[in-house]
């Protein structure tokens, strides 16, 4: 038995139930699903080859700027225009795609803080649209990310947006516990250490208030986690954290669950494989990756260009003769695909590493 005896569909998009049935599936069988930030057809096709040869779910995302980069860098962003249409551009992108993998992708879209709460607006508003015309959202599931905020505002804000998702059984993320560091021009890089950690009490808040609008939700809750690399030691990651997150809303519910949570993590460039396993028996079935994945998919084409320099400097004529002509090494679908090589290894290399690999 895998993924796909849970899932009603079994390759492509998926959305609603099927989302749910996943991430049961993947917290009962402790494995996460690697979360991939895409910004380009690229990146959407390098994750989705990976995926495939490792017979794996995926989850790929969309954040604000990398959105208005799908969109394209000459598109005004004011009012988030630009992260708008891109963000929708991907998603049609990749639900038009995804099916030709043969693997059930998860379409999502990353942090969104307060200030930016306009482009999840817009996102809900076409999701609302496409529910009307296919009885499905355009998006699996978004992510608000008022962390920086007092809790009872995030919570407050956070359980409005579910109330609005609920009816289309959207999944919702959300973040108490701030994810130290910095990426897409979020920087918590100088916020106190102690605000890195989530408390068991603020944990059940969350829960207690948005379990009653839906189950479809995942907390992303801070142990210690930091955006971007850095050198070991640095860094100071308490996943079994997470387990006492579990064990504190099983007892105040009462249920039989031993994981009622369904967990995330964020900042996992640079961890550990035992730090991933350790989050992932506490419920852990989500874990972004972007850092790591943005090198690999750079160290592809870094090296093409270095071995083939002689080729690239002009058009005709190379070390082979003065009238050879280059247009097969500069060829840009030569060289992207470099890139989408190492990245797709890279994510590969996710996929085993949080035991999702051969899942299906």
């Not at 954040?63 to 998603?91: E, L, M, P, R």
């Not at 948005?210 to 939700?217: K, R």
Request: with cysteine; net charge negative.
């Amino acid at each position: 038995m895998g993924v796909t005896d849970v899932l009603t569909r079994k390759k492509g998009v998926i959305t609603g139930d099927d989302v749910m049935k996943l991430f049961q599936y993947a917290r009962d069988h402790q494995f996460a699903i690697p979360a991939i930030n895409v910004t380009s057809s690229s990146t959407v096709v390098a994750s989705l080859e990976a995926a495939r040869d490792a017979q794996a779910p995926i989850i790929l995302q969309v954040s604000q700027g990398g959105a208005a980069y799908f969109a394209g860098k000459g598109v005004s962003n004011t009012n988030q225009f630009a992260s708008i249409k891109g963000s929708i551009a991907a998603a049609h992108y990749i639900r038009s795609i995804a099916p030709a993998y043969g693997i059930p992708v998860v379409l999502h879209t990353d942090h969104c803080a307060k200030k930016l709460l306009p482009w999840l607006d817009g996102m809900l508003e076409e999701d609302e649209k496409y529910f009307k015309q296919h009885g499905e959202p355009l998006f699996s599931s978004h992510m608000i990310d008022l962390s920086e905020e007092d809790k009872d505002v995030n919570i407050a804000i956070t359980r409005e947006y579910l109330q609005r998702a609920a009816p289309m059984k959207q999944w919702l993320e959300m973040e108490i516990g701030i994810t130290g560091g910095e990426e897409d021009g979020v920087d918590n890089t100088a916020v106190d250490n102690n605000s890195l950690y989530t408390q068991p009490e603020d944990i059940y808040d969350v829960y207690s208030a948005l379990a009653p609008v839906s189950s479809y939700f995942s907390i992303a809750a801070g142990f210690g986690n930091v955006h971007g690399v850095y050198k070991p030691g640095n860094v100071k990651l308490h996943p079994e954290l997470l387990g006492k997150h579990q064990a504190y809303t099983k007892e105040k519910i009462g249920g039989l669950e031993d994981k009622p949570l369904f967990l995330v993590f964020h900042g996992g460039s640079g961890s550990t494989k035992q730090e991933y396993l350790t989050a992932i028996s506490h419920g852990v079935v989500k874990v972004n990756l972007d850092t790591d994945l943005q090198y690999a998919y750079l160290t592809g084409i870094r090296d093409y260009m270095f071995n083939k320099k002689d080729y690239l400097l002009k058009q005709v004529g190379n070390p082979d003769g003065d009238d050879k002509p280059n247009k097969k090494y500069f060829d840009p679908r030569v060289w992207v695909r470099e890139g989408e090589k190492t990245m797709s290894a890279r994510v590969k290399e996710g996929l085993t590493d949080f035991n999702t690999a051969n899942q299906l």
